[in-house]
Nanobody, 123 residues
C-alpha cells in the first residue's frame, strides 16, 4: 500500500516536497516512480529511482527542477519540486515496480499505486 502526501497550493517559483510512504518489508526491492496527471491530460512519467537508490530517471520536462530520493529505512520515497510552474499543476501519483527489467517510464509496468496528491501552482 502506498500513501502519497505533501501536495498543496503554491505560487509559481515555489517549492514542495511530496512524500510516499509504503507498507511492507520489501520496499528496497521496488523501483519507485512518480507520475502526474493534469486536468484533461493523460498520466505522464515524472521520475523514478531504483530500489537501491543508485539509479535515477527523469522526464525531460522536469529535469533540473525535480529530485527524487528515497529512504529505505523509512519505506518512503520523496519528490522535491523546485521552481514550480503553473504547468506543473496536476495530481501526483507514486507507484512501485518490482521487475527492474521493464521500462520505468511506462505506467502499465508498475504494480502498485498511491492515491495521488494534488499540486496546484498559481501564477
Amino acid at each position: 500500500q502506498l500513501q502519497a502526501s505533501g501536495g498543496g497550493l503554491v505560487q509559481a517559483g515555489g517549492s514542495l516536497r511530496l512524500s510516499c510512504a509504503a507498507s511492507g518489508r520489501t520496499f528496497s526491492s521496488y523501483t519507485m516512480g512518480w507520475f502526474r496527471q493534469a486536468p484533461g491530460k493523460e498520466r505522464e512519467f515524472v521520475a523514478a529511482m531504483s530500489g537501491s537508490g543508485g539509479s535515477t530517471y527523469y522526464a525531460g520536462s522536469v529535469k533540473g527542477r525535480f529530485t527524487i530520493s528515497r529512504d529505505n529505512a523509512k519505506n518512503t520515497v520523496y519528490l522535491q519540486i523546485n521552481s514550480l510552474e503553473p504547468e506543473d499543476t496536476a495530481v501526483y501519483y507514486c507507484a512501485a515496480k518490482y521487475y527492474s527489467g521493464t521500462s520505468y517510464s511506462r505506467s502499465r509496468n508498475y504494480d502498485y499505486w498511491g492515491q495521488g496528491t494534488l499540486v496546484t501552482v498559481s501564477s
